[in-house]
């Protein structure tokens, strides 16, 4: 299989022109979530080009082009998220749009198709089989664009992989592999999973110099909560790496006014599914006590999240062992990362690689986050896919057997119980006029 790997190697390198002219359009064509039409249009043809058949519209904008070895095996994914952030001072924003690829992804999507390149015509000589799969929307972004369409009825959720689990894209696939944008070389452990939260404080409206008393601040109430909220902070367990923030979207209207609306958007983060469940408890037992204090109610909308992500040791092994193959590098293990990603879902179920590759500098989300080193950020990235594969499939796919056959996480079942608390409302009223 060392031999294949250096052709492989070989290849990408001979068609290196083609690979950065990919990554050139990908990188000026930014679409955030769900609305990746261009991007997913260009992904397609580059597949369809390979000769493969590619299947569409899945979740929108996803799309999946496999390969078979003929040979029993297992089915591995090779993962590309297709979505950009609106952040439009980047250099590469979209004029119009404001859209701009300031997490890297254009990156995946560039390694994802040079591997596809250089593995579609070496497939007879591994076993099993490979999903090339470009999924949507992982940043959590538009939340308004996302619950238009979820409320239509055309997705059930804000992030790209929840949705492609609902719609069983994942259900034949035994492994996946994504490498993501980064500063340098490495696997996390671990991501926090996260539970977005709405909350709206409903008071009664009164004139705020002639006749305050007469109305129930539901501004105060979202202070109060926001004060409790920080007084928890030293009771969660370091363990659970819990992480609370957000914002006052909603302050009242006029300052002459009591304002009898106030809302908050939360995110609160946890290491584990538990863990994030029962700092969400705390959450709601403090925006009920400032309800109840001032007399007023509040509405508790969990809007969705992600999972936190476990990384498979296994698989991140078979990248080290490839990664030293490759340039004598090791492989970094960066720990525990308090951010959050929809691989959390998928590594749930599967498992899961989630690396980095270098080759970008700045803040990612930030308009400084921009590509610096072509070669890290998607050359040796789509060889070590390449190889990654070769690891997995090669030698009757005997790694990638044993892989497979690892205990879960989590079952499907528990899995969707799951999202549904994170999808329930509740109101408490304690407004006793
Ligand atoms: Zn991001
Ligand atoms: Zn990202």
Same mark, same amino acid.
């Given at each position: ?10 290849? !990408? ?7 950065? %002219? ?7 064509? @930014? ?13 397609? &043809? ?18 999946? %082009? ?7 095996? @297992?089915? /591995? ?12 001072? =980047? @250099? *590469?924003?979209?004029?119009? $749009? ?31 089989? +490979? ?8 940043? *959590? ?8 369409? +979820?409320?239509?009825?055309? +997705? ?8 492609? !689990? ?12 994504? !490498? ?11 991501? &926090? ?23 129930? &601040? ?10 409790? /909220? ?13 992480? /609370?923030?957000?914002?006052? #979207? ?11 609306? %106030? ?9 584990? @599914? ?14 009920? %006590? ?10 508790? =909308? &969990? ?15 078979? =990248? ?20 959050? $990603?929809?691989?959390?879902?998928? #590594?749930?179920? !599967?498992?899961?690689? =989630?690396?980095? #590759?270098?080759? *970008? ?29 070769? #690891? ?10 044993? /892989?497979?056959?690892?205990?879960? +996480?989590?079952?499907?079942? $528990? ?19």
């Amino acid at each position: 299989m060392k031999n294949l790997k250096q052709t492989l190697i070989a290849e !990408i390198e001979a068609k290196k022109d083609e690979i950065s %002219a990919i990554a050139d359009f990908l990188l000026k064509n @930014p679409e955030t979530g769900y609305k990746e039409f261009k991007t997913s249009a260009f992904v397609r &043809n580059e597949l369809e080009k390979l000769g493969l058949q590619v299947k569409t519209d899945l979740a929108i904008t996803g799309l999946r %082009a496999d390969i078979d070895s003929g040979r029993p095996g @297992p089915k /591995i994914a090779i993962m590309g998220e297709l979505d950009a952030l609106p952040v439009p001072s =980047h @250099p *590469f924003a979209d004029q119009q $749009t404001g859209a701009a690829h300031a997490c890297g992804h254009f990156a995946q999507l560039t390694m994802m198709l040079a591997a596809a390149k250089v593995l579609v015509p070496v497939i007879k000589e591994l076993s099993g089989s +490979i999903a090339f799969i470009a999924v949507p929307a992982e940043e *959590f972004q538009s939340l308004e664009y996302c619950r238009k369409l +979820i409320a239509d009825g055309k +997705i059930s959720y804000c992030g790209g992989k929840p949705e492609f !689990i609902k719609q069983g894209v994942f259900d034949d696939i035994d492994m996946v592999l994504l !490498i993501h944008a980064g500063h340098d070389t490495f696997t996390p452990a671990s991501f &926090n999973g996260f539970c977005m939260k709405q909350i709206i404080f409903k008071g009664r409206a009164a004139h705020g110099g002639l006749s305050p008393w007469a109305g129930i &601040n539901a501004a105060t109430m979202a202070r109060q909560a926001l004060n409790m /909220i920080d007084g928890q902070r030293d009771t969660f367990n370091d363990k659970d790496s819990v992480r /609370i923030h957000g914002i006052i #979207s909603d302050g009242g209207n006029a300052v002459n006014v009591v304002p009898a609306r %106030a809302e908050l958007e939360l995110q609160v983060r946890a290491k584990t @599914p538990e863990a994030v469940k029962s700092a969400c408890s705390v959450v709601d037992r403090c925006v009920k %006590a400032a309800a109840m204090a001032f007399g007023g109610s509040v509405e508790i =909308h &969990n809007l969705g999240g992600y999972m936190p992500y476990q990384g498979c040791p296994e698989l991140n092994a078979v =990248h080290a062992e490839n990664l030293k193959e490759l340039c004598g590098g090791v492989l970094g293990d960066f720990g525990h990362r308090g951010s959050s $990603t929809d691989m959390g879902d998928v #590594s749930m179920l !599967i498992p899961a690689l =989630h690396a980095y #590759s270098g080759g *970008f500098s700045g803040s990612p989300h930030a308009k400084d986050f921009v590509m610096v080193d072509f070669e890290l950020a998607c050359i040796q990235g789509a060889k070590l896919l390449a190889m990654d594969a070769v #690891s997995l499939l090669g030698s009757n796919a005997e790694k990638a057997k044993a /892989i497979a056959s690892l205990p879960k +996480i989590m079952d499907k079942k $528990t899995y969707f119980e799951y999202k549904e608390l994170l999808s329930s409302s509740e109101e408490f009223d304690y407004d006793q006029a």
